[in-house]
């Protein structure tokens, strides 16, 4: 009788801990789910637990206090990075006023008879004038292209968007030299994707080109929807081109540079769900833009 009274103790034992263990498996599943939930989603809910065991529902409220001041550092960034992009476009806007005066003022001085040393003073301030126009409508773009909440998506053809960026350059090319090789498939290259943004991302690359380029310049788009643009680059090095996507980044001989113009065409890229890279080998410059179905 007695082995028998022992088994049954034991077989209640094991019973009263596969119980525990499977509450215990179900409360860890229970948070994992709402942990996953909470830190994707922007909500306030705290995560909530169906058992009663005391040591999961002890974790679940450690968890909740460090969910609660994510949310809160979260919202801060949210609101700061807001407040810098709002005072980043009105300070580029009001800069356009004055700049535009004095423009407007040294138009006025290049009429007037001027000693060789003011000429050359003049040509200079000219100089620095359109460097800050053009970085003040650049960082005006960019803050407009990072703040903007949804683009306007449709059938674009890839293809055709090349060509209209290439046509709209082609006589900045020229000026230099530069010879364009293009390859184009013949079939057309469609995506969903917005137009505006596309002849952005083409148009700064082909820009960026025109001011690295050793004398070539080169684009290709092949039926998968990858944009491959390459040119010789004896400025540049694989340490520099690693850094050329980065805001504000320029290459000394990059002649009025912003360095924002391939930061616009990588934020542009991938809020679009497509991917942008740059590759240096044996002096040539590689970017690939690619936007898959």
Not at 57 to 78: G, M, V, W
Not at 87 to 94: C, G, L, P, S
Not at 246 to 271: K, M, N, P
């Amino acid at each position: 009788m007695l082995p028998w009274l022992i088994c049954g103790g034991l077989a209640a034992i094991v019973i009263a801990l596969l119980v525990k263990l499977w509450l215990l498996q179900r409360s860890l599943d229970e948070i994992a789910r709402q942990l996953g939930e909470r830190l994707t989603q922007d909500t306030n809910s705290p995560i909530f637990l169906s058992t009663r065991d005391a040591h999961a529902r002890r974790l679940a409220a450690e968890l909740n206090i460090h969910l609660k001041e994510l949310r809160r550092q979260r919202q801060r960034f949210q609101q700061g990075d807001t407040e810098l992009k709002n005072a980043v476009t009105n300070i580029a806007h009001d800069l356009r006023t004055p700049l535009t005066a004095i423009r407007g003022y040294l138009d006025l001085l290049e009429r007037e008879e001027l000693s060789p040393n003011t000429r050359r003073y003049l040509d200079s301030i000219q100089n620095r004038m359109e460097a800050m126009t053009r970085l003040t409508e650049e960082l005006f773009r960019y803050s407009l292209a990072a703040d903007q909440p949804a683009l306007r998506l449709e059938a674009v053809d890839l293809r055709r968007c090349l060509e209209e960026s290439l046509v709209s350059l082609y006589a900045s090319l020229t000026q230099r030299g530069i010879v364009p090789e293009i390859s184009l498939p013949p079939e057309a290259v469609v995506r969903s994707l917005d137009p505006s943004a596309v002849g952005r991302i083409f148009g700064n690359i082909i820009s960026n080109a025109l001011k690295y380029s050793g004398g070539d310049f080169s684009a290709a788009l092949d039926g998968d929807g990858t944009a491959t643009f390459s040119n010789a680059a004896p400025s540049l090095d694989p340490v520099t081109t690693a850094q050329l996507f980065d805001r504000f980044y320029t290459v000394e001989t990059g002649q009025g540079s912003t360095g924002l113009g391939l930061s616009i065409a990588r934020l542009l890229t991938e809020r679009m769900g497509g991917t942008i890279r740059a590759d240096y080998q044996a002096g040539r410059l590689y970017i690939m833009v690619s936007f898959p179905k």
